[in-house]
């Protein structure tokens, strides 16, 4: 069992699982992010000391980081101390698939707009 999932616990897997899908995907990013900065801090010589000046923050928090306590931590933190640490944070949103049902929705309300008013030009 890999460090991140011991120190957080659900009082069932039901609790994991019922979860929002937003929640889920928080959680998801959240694990990604953290495996990569203990890996990082783990291959480098760098003390928890060192690393605690290097991102700003008390070694205590560092040692919460190192130790895999993934609910102590926000997306947005993670992504700052990658940052700090000179990584190369790279971010592609990607539009959801428009199904048809969802294309005829679009096209009614597009449908009831008014068009701009056409501008004069001298």
């Known amino acids: 069992m890999n460090?991140?999932?011991?120190h957080?616990?659900?009082?069932?897997?039901?609790?994991?699982?019922?979860?929002?899908p937003e929640e889920r995907r928080?959680?998801?990013l959240r694990?990604?992010?953290?495996?990569a900065l203990r890996?990082?801090?783990?291959q480098s010589d760098m003390t928890q000391?060192?690393?605690a000046k290097a991102l700003g923050v008390a070694q205590p928090r560092v040692s919460d980081l190192v130790r895999g306590k993934l609910s102590k931590f926000s997306v947005g933190t993670l992504l700052d101390f990658m940052m700090r640490l000179g990584f190369t944070v790279a971010i592609k949103p990607t539009?959801?698939?428009?199904?048809?049902?969802?294309?005829?929705?679009?096209r009614k309300?597009?449908?009831?707009t008014k068009p701009a008013p056409e501008l004069e030009t001298a």
């Open 49 to 51: 000391a060192a690393v």
């Open 95 to 106: 539009p959801p698939r428009v199904t048809a049902a969802k294309a005829g929705v679009a």
């Open 3 to 6: 460090a991140i999932t011991e």
């Open 39 to 42: 890996e990082h801090i783990e």
């Open 109 to 112: 309300k597009a449908s009831k």
């Open 31 to 35: 694990c990604e992010l953290l495996t």
């Open 8 to 20: 957080v616990s659900f009082s069932s897997v039901s609790d994991l699982l019922e979860k929002t």
């Open 26 to 28: 928080d959680y998801e």
